[in-house]
């Protein structure tokens, strides 16, 4: 199984900030990844597939990189309707479609 | 507009089979460029898959959860299900189905399934 590891665990961030997470791979994924916004008593929402394609309706403040074993996901300027936990997820390699453990960002 | 609905008991007893059943609506079950799924988080916790179907009736389990998980599909009712057996607490958790695409875009809003006596 592949395991997905993110980083920080929880970012620390003022609005209008720019914020990197961190995911990686134990192995490699290609360009299999997908990152997901989840707020408090919600469903997540997928934001990035394909490592750096934005879903449909995705503000062009969300982006994503990488390939292989590591991928960032930046926010390029904080809103408040960005505080959230992000998740990233491999489906190059399932079953499992494994998740990373999340990254918080919080309010500064 | 595409939707997903999970049903299914709020309570379960510990050694008792968690079932839950997703209805979707807008949109044909039967497309063949999609897999439905099944994932869940435990309370406070982060997202594990659990599996998936295929229109066809193929299915796709997590290894740490294979032998307790049954997943179907019924085209007629545009629906699929879950069947968890031999639960305890640490299977309580919001349940939520999905559609999967490479890429999860669809969520249904999710359902807490408490395992207790």
């Known amino acids: 199984e592949i395991v997905m590891t993110q980083s920080p665990a929880t970012l620390s961030v003022s609005p209008g900030e720019r914020a990197t997470l961190s995911c990686r791979a134990s192995q490699s994924v290609s360009g299999n990844l997908a990152w997901y916004q989840q707020k408090p008593g919600q469903a997540p929402r997928l934001l990035i597939y394909?490592?750096?394609t934005r879903a449909t309706g995705i503000p062009a403040r969300f982006s994503g990189s990488g390939s292989g074993t590591e991928f960032t996901l930046t926010i390029s300027s904080l809103q408040s309707e960005d505080f959230a936990v992000y998740y990233c997820?491999?489906?190059?390699?399932?079953?499992?479609?494994?998740f990373g453990q999340g990254t918080k960002v919080e309010i500064k | 507009q595409l939707q997903l609905q999970e049903s299914g008991p709020g309570l379960v007893k510990p050694s008792e089979t968690l079932s839950l059943t997703c209805t979707v609506s807008g949109v044909s079950i039967s497309s063949r460029s999609y897999y439905w799924t099944w994932i869940r988080q435990p309370p406070g916790k982060g997202l594990e898959w659990i599996g998936s179907v295929y229109y066809s009736g193929s299915t796709y389990y997590n290894p740490s959860l294979k032998s307790r998980v049954s997943i179907s599909v019924d085209t007629s009712k545009n629906q699929f299900s879950l069947k968890l057996s031999s639960v305890t607490a640490a299977d309580t958790a919001v349940y939520y189905c999905?559609?999967?695409?490479?890429?999860?875009?669809?969520w249904g809003q999710g359902t807490l399934v408490t395992v207790s006596s």
């Open positions: 997820q491999q489906y190059n390699k399932w079953p499992p479609g494994t």
């Open positions: 999905a559609r999967d695409k490479g890429g999860i875009d669809y």
């Open positions: 394909g490592a750096s």
